[in-house]
């Protein structure tokens, strides 16, 4: 095991905390070979639990760059289990690379979103060279809208990619972006951060955030979408914890 990683429910945690996480991105060359950010969370912990050995999505998990704890909830129950994950939100992230990291005139390439989000990013951020690729729904079982979307990421040699089309398909086609060869620049699986930071959808306030109730502050906004995910699904991280043992 690399000292600078964790391993944890299936999943091999970089330890790099949100300055580390930001420090990486500002760095990396924007013309370095295609790499992509994963920041699991309890909902993607419990779907990667469930796909097979050879799954697809497995494979994602284990190439990318960087894996970062996008949960409060995990990072408790690890630590109850005597593993140290540091904790870096997708949205925060998503939010200060496109407010600080992002330079005028840096090209950023959005996998997903509709006609309305590239005019508000564009107007957060005039200075920067956005272009967008809006692949159809369902995705993952469309191999030609894959091809398209993966052959969109190459050809805009962007500095930065956000990856908006839901786990696993973006964790998936950032994959298969990477072992294709030819692009460049950082990819990141954001999911649905881009609404928090529009301001399409509101984030849970920071009280709730600190005390890991965020899950249930986006479950009160969106009972009727979120509803099995939360209450169904979710909870198997409880179970899968107490069945985890240390490699």
């Known amino acids: 095991m690399n000292p600078d990683q964790a391993h944890f429910l299936g999943v091999d945690f970089d330890r790099r905390d949100m300055a580390a996480t930001e420090a990486w991105l500002a760095d990396r060359?924007?013309?370095?070979?295609?790499?992509?950010?994963i920041t699991p969370?309890?909902?993607?912990?419990?779907?990667?639990?469930?796909?097979?050995?050879?799954a697809e999505i497995r494979t994602a998990y284990a190439l990318a760059a960087l894996r970062l704890c996008d949960s409060r909830i995990v990072a408790t129950l690890a630590r109850t289990r005597g593993?140290?994950?540091p904790v870096v939100p997708g949205s925060d992230l998503t939010a200060y690379l496109f407010q600080q990291i992002a330079k005028p005139g840096d090209r950023?390439?959005?996998?997903g979103g509709d006609a309305?989000?590239?005019?508000?990013l564009r107007a957060l951020r005039p200075d920067l060279d956005i272009v967008q690729h809006i692949p159809p729904m369902g995705m993952l079982k469309n191999p030609a809208a894959m091809t398209a979307a993966a052959a969109f990421v190459r050809n805009a040699k962007a500095r930065f990619t956000l990856l908006a089309v839901a786990m696993p398909q973006q964790e998936i086609l950032a994959l298969r972006v990477a072992q294709a060869g030819g692009a460049s620049g950082i990819g990141l699986c954001i999911g649905a951060s881009l609404d928090f930071l529009t301001g399409r959808k509101a984030r849970a306030p920071l009280w709730m955030r600190r005390a890991s109730l965020e899950w249930l502050h986006r479950l009160l906004s969106e009972p009727k979408r979120l509803w099995r995910r939360y209450l169904i699904e979710g909870p198997r991280v409880f179970?899968?914890?107490?069945r985890w043992r240390r490699p």
């Open 29 to 37: 060359p924007a013309d370095a070979p295609f790499a992509f950010v």
């Open 41 to 54: 969370n309890v909902d993607h912990v419990v779907k990667l639990d469930r796909a097979p050995r050879d």
């Open 83 to 85: 593993v140290d994950l």
């Open 108 to 111: 950023i390439c959005l996998i």
């Open 116 to 120: 309305p989000m590239l005019a508000e």
């Open 239 to 242: 179970l899968l914890t107490m």
